[in-house]
Nanobody, 115 residues
Framework: QVQLVESGGGLVQTGGSLRLSCAAS????????MGWYRQAPGKQRELVAR???????YYGDFAKGRFIISSDDVKNMIYLQMNSLKPDDTGVYFC?????????WGQGTQVTVSS
C-alpha cells in the first residue's frame, strides 16, 4: 500500500524559509514522478513542483527561482526547499504521485507565512 507522509510545515515570517519532506512507502520514488501541490483556503489545489524519475524538474510560475524540489532515492523521500516565502504561499502542501494508474496524496502539511 502506497503511503505518503509530509512534514516540515509551520509558521514563518515573510522572507523566511522552510523545507518540506515527504516520506514514501509502498513504492519507489526512483521509478515514479513525484510532485508537490498546495491548496490555499477557498482556492483550488495547484501544482508547486514535480520531479521525474530521471531527475527532471518542473515548477509552477510562482515557485520558479524561490523553491527547489529534490529527491533522495536511498531514503525514498522528496523535499521542497522554499525560500523568500510570501503570505500568498500560505496553504496546505501535499505530496503526490501516480502509481499503477492510481493517484496518491499525503495528508498535507500546513504552511503559514505571516506578513
Amino acid at each position: 500500500q502506497v503511503q505518503l507522509v509530509e512534514s516540515g510545515g509551520g509558521l514563518v515570517q515573510t522572507g523566511g524559509s522552510l523545507r518540506l519532506s515527504c516520506a514514501a512507502s509502498g513504492m519507489g520514488i526512483s521509478t515514479n514522478r513525484m510532485g508537490w501541490y498546495r491548496q490555499a483556503p477557498g482556492k483550488q489545489r495547484e501544482l508547486v513542483a514535480r520531479i521525474t524519475s530521471g531527475g527532471d524538474t518542473y515548477y509552477g510560475d510562482f515557485a520558479k527561482g524561490r523553491f527547489i524540489i529534490s529527491s533522495d532515492d536511498v531514503k525514498n523521500m522528496i523535499y521542497l526547499q522554499m525560500n523568500s516565502l510570501k503570505p500568498d504561499d500560505t496553504g496546505v502542501y501535499f505530496c503526490s504521485t501516480t502509481f499503477m494508474s492510481r493517484v496518491y496524496w499525503g495528508q498535507g502539511t500546513q504552511v503559514t507565512v505571516s506578513s
